[in-house]
Every structure is written in C-alpha cells, then in structure tokens.
C-alpha cells in the first residue's frame, strides 16, 4: 500500500515512466525521427537524472542534454525510474519539505524543497514531450499520446 503522503507523487512518477516509454517506442517507430525530437527527449532524461542526482546529493554522471541514442534513452529512462521509485518511497513527510541545496547548469546556487523539485521534474517532462510530438508529426509519424489522463485510463498509475 502506498503511504497517503507519497500516493500523488507515485502516481506522478508512473505517469512520467508510462510516458517515457510512449514516446521511445513512438521514435523507434517513427519513419523518418527528427533528431530534434531525440535531443529533445535525451534532455528529459538528462534533466530528470541531474535532478535526482541532486535531490540524493551525489554527482550526476549525465549532461542536462546528454548525447544518447535510443538504446541510450533506453538506459537511462530505467535507471531514472527505479532511481526514482527508491528515493519516493524513502520519503516520509518532513523530507518532502526538506530543502535541496544546489548549482544550477547557469551556475547559480539555488535551494528547493524536495516536493517542489519532483513536482516540477514532472512538468519538466510534460512539457518537453508535447514539443517532442509535435515535432514528430511535422515529419509525417504517429507521435506518443502521453497525456496523464490516457495513463490513468490504460490502468497505467497506482
């Protein structure tokens, strides 16, 4: 059972898997993949990896916008999943307020609370996967449908 406390941000985190795996499959099939599109979601990864780098505070061994391959993206969508899924349900009330100290990829010394950085991890990704599928279609491919509401849906979420 998922505890009341994690069960927003577990759902959140099924969302991002699901839809992770959505648009790779939608590249690997995608006639003709814009390499934009692959930037593009190699940078997904890449930022979700430095975030949780940064929440565990460790070093990250991945670029913001890494240069990955699909088998790449791959990868790190696995490592950035089960990495995610361990840190979340470690998290007990009070760590969800903790502050995160860090550099930003400007340089700047920042400090976000734990709730605020996977919230916004979460966005991040969202975003960026709508450009990817409108980029996808441009070039005459099917792109990903990664809306949350298709994940709940599927029976995709806890």
């Given at each position: 059972?998922?505890?009341?406390?994690?069960?927003?941000?577990?759902?959140?985190?099924?969302?991002q898997a699901w839809a992770d795996s959505q648009v790779l499959h939608a590249l690997q099939n995608a006639?003709?993949?814009?390499?934009?599109?692959?930037?593009?979601?190699?940078?997904?990864?890449?930022a979700e990896h430095v975030w949780l780098a940064r929440l565990q505070g460790v070093a990250p061994t991945e670029a913001v916008w890494p240069d990955l391959s699909l088998a790449g993206c791959l990868r790190v969508?696995?490592?950035?999943?089960?990495?995610?899924?361990?840190?979340?349900?470690?998290?007990?009330?009070?760590?969800?307020?903790?502050?995160v100290q860090y550099r930003n990829s400007a340089g700047w010394e920042l400090e976000t609370a734990v709730?605020?950085?996977?919230l916004h991890l979460f966005l991040h990704g969202a975003y960026h996967r709508g450009?990817?599928?409108?980029?996808?279609?441009?070039?005459?491919?099917?792109?990903?449908?990664?809306?949350?509401?298709?994940?709940?849906?599927?029976?995709?979420?806890?």
């Open positions: 059972e998922i505890p009341e406390h994690l069960r927003h941000f577990v759902r959140l985190l099924g969302h006639s003709d993949a814009p390499p934009d599109a692959l930037k593009l979601f190699a940078h997904i990864l890449g969508a696995s490592e950035n999943e089960h990495g995610y899924r361990d840190f979340i349900f470690g998290l007990n009330r009070p760590a969800l307020r903790r502050i709730e605020d950085v996977l450009q990817i599928a409108l980029l996808v279609r441009e070039s005459g491919s099917v792109p990903a449908y990664t809306d949350f509401i298709e994940a709940t849906r599927r029976g995709q979420l806890p």
